[in-house]
């Protein structure tokens, strides 16, 4: 395994656009502005600010003009919009979205149930979005959910995930994520597809998204970096998880894996103190607890007084 820990971890932080797609309680618009102006000043150089979906859809997120205008742009810091087809695309172009995220499944059932199109007819839809954004300076990820299982199928064929990573790439899209929208994959799984996938793309253009639904995300974020990713999605707090997967809780939580990075000497360039502040304001926003553990315990280096009596 390659265990080289000096090269940066790059976070692109997720939780107001995954983080909060499934929030029951409905979030202000200037309160997801001023969440997206906070992650800015916290060291990401990546943040998914939003999606264009329809508003039937995903209600939470019926805001993405108002907020993509609304927030403070720090230089260096590339705001991503998710969107689903061209129409969504246009929308993000014209809110300043610095790069558009499309999705489809590996999974044919899961691709129909999230976004009611067969995996052929979501490659037609980006093949206009790739035409409309030909010229302009938006960049383009292609991002394969339920690459590493499916809730209605089952296990993924890894040369399924391969020929859309070629399909993305003959596209035009300058990058690819690999998502585990499900929580199903493991770390030796992630290795060996990693690895692989690394033979035809640049670790620069390649994200992995884990979800925690099993208890294993930050272990896959390991074996990942070990096989060689370098950046990967996480949510403030764990916030997250697919309306469209049974069981599927948030996604690895930022915080979390900052302080991992940060007690293995993996540099990340985020403010891990003042990214707990924030998460710590996530109960009051959204009424209800994080799954996060480093807010609540504190770092390892946030020490205590010995009880009274004792020493």
Known sequence: MISD??????????????GLQ???????????IKLIDQLSLAGFSRIEAGSFVSPKAIPALRDGEQVFQGITRRQGVVYVALIPNLKGAQRALQAGADELNLVLSA???????NMRMTREQSLAAFAEVVALARGSAVSLNGTVATTFGCPFEGPIDEGLVMRLVDIY???GMQGVTLADTTGMANPRQVYRLVRRVLEQLPAAALTLHFHNTRG????NVLAAYEAGARRFDAA???????????????NI???????????????????LPRLLDLSRTLPSLLGHEMPGQVAKAGRNCD???LPPGIG
């Open 216 to 219: 294993l995300g930050l272990s």
């Open 303 to 305: 020490l205590h007084p």
């Open 107 to 113: 999974s044919q059932s899961h691709n129909q149930a």
């Open 169 to 171: 790439q003959s596209l």
């Open 22 to 32: 499934i929030e029951p309680t409905w979030v202000e618009t200037t309160d997801k």
């Open 253 to 271: 939580c930022t915080e979390d894996l900052v302080n991992l990075c940060e007690e293995m000497g993996i540099d990340t360039g985020i403010d």
């Open 236 to 250: 403030l707090g764990g916030l997250g998880g697919c309306p469209f997967a049974p069981g599927a809780s948030g």
């Open 5 to 18: 820990y000096s090269q940066r971890l790059i976070v692109q932080e997720v939780a107001p656009r995954d």
